[in-house]
């Protein structure tokens, strides 16, 4: 039995001749917490939006939840929860007046959380968002989003407007309220540290394409860099992602080598240097 | 099929009908729970105009002008309300079946709307019983029961229809010739089209209705000065006992009372009221502060009371947030065009005419067109830009499980197709009213074009807006834009048989009929070329 929540193979999707998913395949398991990495343009929103419906694409076939992302069931709907890269709320109502509109759609609503959170977060109830600031309605918007208790969330870099204060805080309700609820999270951001307090696997995106996805524990053990003459880390070509970067006599390369094999290796390439990369430094070379 | 399958399929024909038209009492989530604001808006306009009449003038001309004025003003604004209950419907949650409704009340409401969409259809010659029609229905809307508002209307409808079909047909008047002749004052007619579009899209903003109120009083101050700008002071067919000045203070003095109640009823705190009542609090006391559109704090009196006739009433609110909803941002911008546009063109239409001589009309047709032309590219330039920003808003719903559209594209699709047709009913209105001025075309005929317009666009709305938010696939769409060219072209071709004494008057209905090519062309594009749209689709 198929217990993909996200299912894309082969997924094409350009913009006027730009390609942002190239024959992209990524799945994501249920209970699953993914962090999406990439740069600015590597297509991360994209995939996002083509996940939900929200917008089409060229080849390949995607599943959210087994449903064509175009003719979402709903109970799919009522499963998934999305906070946009750029959220764009109703402006003319209150957040209260906002909340009780969305709460008519579902048949879960939490009050008591979305009370909660309006609170902590210091969130008018007064005011019409469209004055609300960009950090406030950023985080009405995740509030909306958590409301009604989804299996599945979706969030499009959530925490790039927040202050570090607010990031703490929306991290804080993620891992208590979601992930303690065993749901699925598809989470981007370029913010490495808010994803090492999150995320559970880590997916690299660069030029549309799914670079790797791994657990991040085990990704950050096995993030090193080579450094070594030329022809011998040729000799590891098989765990090099990325090329070479010859200084002189000596070269660099980041590389990518299961825990157990690096003792083997230092053991048996005593002229390579192996160390070990900070996640960030991973993902900056590994994407550049 | 016999006898009891046949009852049965038109009872339950008629129920889905009913369903459509009990609208009255969808969605208070939205906040659309405009009845009781625009009831009282509207008998306060009433009450109000007519005793300003008979203070100031005393003839039975004045009253009926006043009449006349409020019940326009209905019809196009029932008409709104209608189209976006319609439109809510569409909403599974918003779907309230009548509860326990009996066959015979189905078959008389269903006969009763059914005349009464026809009748709709050949106001050109009955609308006075129209607006006497929609006025009754209102009244109804206030009896306590359900049942009892189904059947009163009803029955009041099918007595005005058959009323008004014997009078039609005979030539006669039931209540009077002043009554039956104020009623068909078409100068009144054109006047209020022409409001009643600018309120249709002007309530939704806030400082707008302001700006449309300056616009009114310029208008009718360019009348008072009998410098007819419009024509309008000139055309009396029925030779009624008023003079010119009580003629245009009347207008103004209405148009001030109805947007200033507006203001008060319908940009008001309705919203909240609408929503608040989910939280099932029961508001009491003597007055209790609310929140106002403005964003102050405001006091209302006697909550209580306004509550209890709002459950009484049950009907909706604030079809404004509604039709705000819907169309998004696309007014806001249209509006504010729109106003510009008329702004330039009654403010230096005005000056202009005032400093070239009568016989010079060539430099006056000229400065139209240099107001004109850039605006037919700018405002749909505009608006386009203006979806995009919109896009989140849809985004967001589109993942919202009970959302009326299916298909996230079909519902970019109805948005895209919305706005195309409020651009074009706008600019043919715009169109006209120029016309209408270089060529002395009579503004009666431009009146009653105006008013077929109005309603035909916003009854294409709600069919384009109902169709795409059911379908499953874009296909429809095209069938949809053959639909939508049939239900112009009767449009079209009654206003050109209208305007066949007048050579002139072949322009606007053929650039009206060319913009809704237009329209319609650019309609198929978008679900021919779907990748054009903001949000993409699955099958460019």
Same mark, same amino acid.
Request: net charge neutral; with cysteine.
């Given at each position: 039995m198929n217990t993909n929540i996200i299912e894309m193979q082969s997924v094409v999707k350009s913009f006027t001749g730009k390609l942002a998913l190239n024959r992209l395949d990524f799945s994501l398991a249920s209970g699953k917490i993914v962090g999406l990495l990439g740069r600015n343009g590597a297509g991360k929103s994209t995939l996002m939006e083509c996940v939900l419906g929200l917008r089409g694409i060229q080849a390949g076939t995607i599943a959210l939840c087994g449903d064509d992302p175009n003719a979402l069931s709903q109970a799919t709907r009522g499963r998934l929860g999305y906070v946009p890269q750029q959220t764009d709320l109703f402006g003319w109502m209150t957040a209260p007046q906002m909340?009780?509109?969305?709460?008519?759609?579902?048949?879960?609503?939490?009050?008591?959380?979305?009370?909660?959170?309006?609170?902590?977060?210091?969130?008018?109830?007064?005011?019409?968002?469209?004055?609300?600031?960009?950090?406030?309605?950023?985080?009405?918007?995740?509030?909306?989003?958590?409301?009604?208790?989804?299996?599945?969330?979706?969030?499009?870099?959530?925490?790039?407007?927040?202050?570090?204060?607010?990031?703490?805080?929306?991290?804080?309700?993620?891992?208590?309220?979601?992930?303690?609820?065993?749901?699925?999270?598809?989470?981007?951001?370029?913010?490495? @540290?808010?994803?090492?307090?999150?995320?559970?696997?880590?997916?690299?995106?660069?030029?549309?394409?799914?670079?790797?996805?791994?657990? +991040?524990?085990?990704?950050?053990?096995?993030?090193?860099?080579? @450094?070594?003459?030329?022809?011998?880390?040729?000799?590891?070509?098989?765990?090099?992602?990325?090329?070479?970067?010859?200084? !002189?006599?000596?070269?660099?390369?980041?590389?990518?080598?299961?825990?157990?094999?690096?003792?083997?290796?230092?053991?048996?390439?005593?002229?390579?240097?192996?160390?070990?990369?900070?996640?960030?430094?991973?993902?900056?070379?590994?994407?550049? | 099929m016999n006898a009891a399958v046949a009852s049965d399929t038109v009872v339950r024909l008629g129920g889905r009908m009913m369903e459509m038209l009990s609208s009255m009492r969808v969605n208070y989530q939205v906040g659309h729970t405009l009845g009781l604001t625009w009831l009282r808006v509207y008998l306060g306009v009433a009450v109000l105009s007519v005793l300003i009449a008979i203070l100031l003038w005393g003839t039975a001309a004045s009253v009926i002008n006043a009449l006349t004025i409020v019940s326009v003003g209905i019809l196009v604004v029932w008409w709104f309300q209608f189209v976006s209950a319609m439109y809510a419907m569409s909403t599974p949650q918003n779907m309230r079946l009548v509860p326990n409704l009996r066959r015979e009340t189905v078959w008389l409401m269903s006969l009763a709307w059914v005349l009464t969409a026809l009748l709709l259809v050949t106001f050109f010659f009955l609308v006075q019983w129209f607006f006497l029609a929609v006025f009754c229905m209102l009244a109804a809307a206030s009896l306590p029961n359900q049942r009892q508002r189904f059947a009163a209307t009803g029955f009041v409808s099918m007595v005005i229809l058959c009323a008004a079909v014997w009078q039609g047909m005979a030539g006669t008047s039931l209540l009077g010739a002043n009554f039956s002749a104020g009623l068909m004052l078409d100068h009144a007619v054109a006047g209020w089209a022409m409001m009643a579009g600018m309120l249709a899209v002007i309530g939704l903003v806030r400082v707008l209705p302001i700006v449309g109120l300056v616009l009114w009083l310029l208008w009718v101050g360019t009348?008072?000065?009998?410098?007819?700008?419009?024509?309008?002071?000139?055309?009396?067919?029925?030779?009624?006992?008023? @003079?010119?000045?009580?003629?245009?203070?009347?207008?103004?003095?209405?148009?001030?009372?109805?947007? =200033?109640?507006? +203001?008060?009823?319908?940009?008001?705190?309705?919203?909240?009221?609408? +929503?608040?009542?989910?939280?099932?609090?029961?508001?009491? !006391?003597? /007055?209790?502060?609310?929140?106002?559109?403005?964003?102050?704090?405001?006091?209302?009196?006697?909550?209580?009371?306004?509550?209890?006739?709002?459950?009484?009433?049950?009907?909706?609110?604030?079809?404004?947030?509604?039709?705000?909803?819907?169309?998004?941002?696309?007014?806001?911008?249209?509006?504010? =065009?729109?106003?510009?546009?008329?702004?330039?063109?009654? !403010? /230096?239409?005005?000056?202009?005419?005032?400093?070239?001589?009568? /016989?010079?009309? !060539?430099?006056?047709?000229?400065?139209?067109?240099?107001?004109?032309?850039?605006?037919?590219?700018?405002?749909?330039?505009?608006?386009?830009?203006? @979806?995009?920003?919109?896009?989140?808003?849809?985004?967001?719903?589109?993942?919202?499980?009970?959302?009326?559209?299916?298909?996230?594209?079909?519902?970019?699709?109805?948005?895209?197709?919305?706005?195309? =047709?409020?651009?074009?009913?706008?600019?043919?209105m715009v169109m006209m009213a120029i016309f209408a001025i270089v060529y002395k075309i009579d503004v009666v005929i431009v009146g009653k074009f105006m008013l077929t317009m109005v309603a035909t666009g916003v009854v294409l709305l709600a069919a384009v807006l109902r169709c795409h938010a059911r379908m499953k696939s874009i296909d429809l769409g095209l069938v949809m834009a053959f639909w939508v060219t049939l239900i112009m072209l009767p449009n079209v071709l009654v206003t050109l048989t209208f305007s066949s004494s007048y050579s002139p008057g072949w322009f606007p209905p053929a650039a009206f009929l060319g913009i809704t090519m237009l329209a319609a062309w650019r309609y198929r594009q978008f679900l021919r070329y779907p990748k054009s749209l903001p949000a993409g689709n699955a099958v460019d």
């Open positions: 909340l009780s509109f969305f709460k008519a759609f579902y048949p879960v609503w939490n009050d008591n959380k979305t009370n909660a959170l309006l609170d902590r977060w210091s969130i008018s109830r007064t005011t019409l968002i469209s004055r609300l600031s960009g950090g406030e309605k950023q985080r009405l918007a995740i509030i909306r989003a958590l409301a009604h208790e989804p299996d599945v969330l979706i969030l499009d870099e959530p925490v790039a407007s927040l202050d570090p204060a607010g990031r703490r805080d929306f991290l804080r309700e993620l891992v208590d309220s979601v992930i303690a609820r065993n749901a699925t999270v598809l989470f981007s951001t370029h913010i490495l @540290t808010d994803l090492e307090r999150v995320a559970v696997d880590v997916a690299m995106m660069k030029s549309g394409k799914i670079l790797l996805q791994a657990e +991040l524990d085990t990704l950050s053990a096995e993030a090193v860099r080579l @450094t070594g003459t030329e022809p011998s880390l040729k000799k590891l070509q098989a765990y090099l992602l990325t090329n070479l970067v010859v200084h !002189g006599v000596t070269a660099t390369a980041v590389a990518r080598i299961p825990a157990a094999e690096q003792a083997q290796l230092r053991v048996q390439h005593p002229e390579i240097t192996i160390e070990h990369m900070s996640l960030e430094d991973f993902f900056i070379e590994v994407t550049a | 009348m008072m000065f009998n410098t007819r700008i419009f024509g309008m002071v000139v055309l009396d067919p029925l030779q009624l006992v008023y @003079t010119a000045t009580s003629q245009t203070s009347l207008y103004l003095v209405s148009a001030a009372a109805f947007f =200033c109640l507006l +203001l008060v009823g319908m940009v008001g705190s309705a919203t909240d009221r609408a +929503l608040s009542r989910r939280a099932e609090v029961t508001p009491s !006391g003597w /007055g209790v502060a609310t929140w106002p559109w403005f964003g102050k704090v405001g006091w209302q009196w006697l909550p209580g009371f306004d509550y209890f006739l709002s459950r009484a009433l049950g009907a909706p609110y604030d079809f404004g947030r509604l039709m705000q909803f819907t169309f998004g941002r696309m007014l806001h911008w249209s509006t504010l =065009c729109w106003l510009a546009m008329l702004w330039l063109l009654l !403010g /230096g239409g005005f000056l202009f005419m005032l400093s070239v001589p009568d /016989g010079d009309r !060539g430099a006056m047709s000229m400065l139209f067109a240099i107001i004109f032309i850039p605006n037919a590219v700018l405002l749909p330039s505009a608006l386009i830009r203006a @979806t995009y920003r919109v896009r989140a808003e849809h985004q967001m719903l589109s993942l919202t499980p009970r959302w009326p559209a299916p298909v996230s594209l079909n519902r970019q699709v109805a948005w895209h197709f919305a706005k195309y =047709c409020m651009v074009a009913t706008v600019l043919g």
